[in-house]
């Protein structure tokens, strides 16, 4: 019995032993995972901003209702407009008279800065600056401003020949561009300061006499738009 058992553990031979296996760690696998997670949640943050943005933006609008504020030039004074070739030099003298109507009814109106400057077909006359001042909900505010010196201005061409062409008309196309930096008032709530332009195109008669010329005196305006 002892000899079958000597056979027996020769026969098989040892025990061997289980294989053992090695697994490599991934590289960057928990990196990449963190990567995916933050930009997945700043896509949903950004998301969520702009849709809460969006909503505020028509929410304002639809209690607000903002209306377009409206600029008018009622009438006009031009008692000289000389342009001499020989020294290029223009005098001119023109007052005008203008309305802002701020048509909103719960929108106030910060005209911080206003500067108004003529200009005769692109070139600059002169530039004036008005006094800021607020304005109420659904009011209009009169404004007043002249033009009036003397200037050295070179004239193409073209701008000469119009000249010519409107002297002998006695009626000056004269642009007025008024620059504003404004802000909103929505009761106790300020808007950023935003910096539109107005631009009115005007057809004014020489009236030498120095009179205002109303529209119904041959006195010309198209609709004053806000540049965009």
């Known amino acids: 019995m002892y000899e079958k058992q000597q056979l027996n553990g020769a026969y098989y031979g040892p025990s061997i032993p289980p294989q053992r296996t090695h697994h490599r760690p991934s590289r960057g696998g928990g990196f990449d995972c963190c990567c995916g997670c933050l930009f997945n949640l700043i896509f949903k943050l950004i998301l969520t901003v ?4 969006g909503i505020a933006i028509f929410l304002f609008w639809l209690i607000v209702r903002p209306n377009v504020v409206k600029v008018h030039v009622t009438n006009a004074s031009l008692t000289q407009f000389n342009y001499t070739t020989n020294n290029n030099n ?31 077909h692109d070139a600059r006359v002169e530039s004036v600056f008005l006094d800021p001042f607020y304005q109420g909900h659904k009011t209009t505010n009169f404004l007043n401003t002249s033009f009036k010196g003397s200037k050295v201005m070179v004239l193409d061409g073209d701008q000469s020949l ?7 008309s006695k009626v000056y196309e004269i642009d007025l ?37 109303t529209v119904d005196g041959g006195f010309q305006t198209t609709k004053c738009d806000w540049d965009r």
């Not at 702009?50 to 943005?53: P, V």
């Not at 109106?109 to 206003?114: F, G, K, L, Q, R």
């Not at 119009?162 to 002998?168: L, S």
């Open 50 to 53: 702009i849709i809460i943005i």
């Open 90 to 120: 223009l005098n001119y003298d023109l007052s005008l008279n203008l309305t802002i109507r701020n048509p909103n009814k719960r929108l106030g109106i910060y005209y911080d800065y206003i500067e108004a400057r003529a200009l005769y």
């Open 162 to 168: 119009d000249f010519n062409k409107e002297k002998a």
């Open 177 to 213: 561009k008024i620059y504003l930096r404004i802000r909103f008032k929505l009761g106790v709530l300020k808007t950023r300061t935003i910096k539109p332009k107005v631009t009115c195109e005007l057809r004014v008669p020489l009236n030498s006499g120095g009179g205002a010329t």
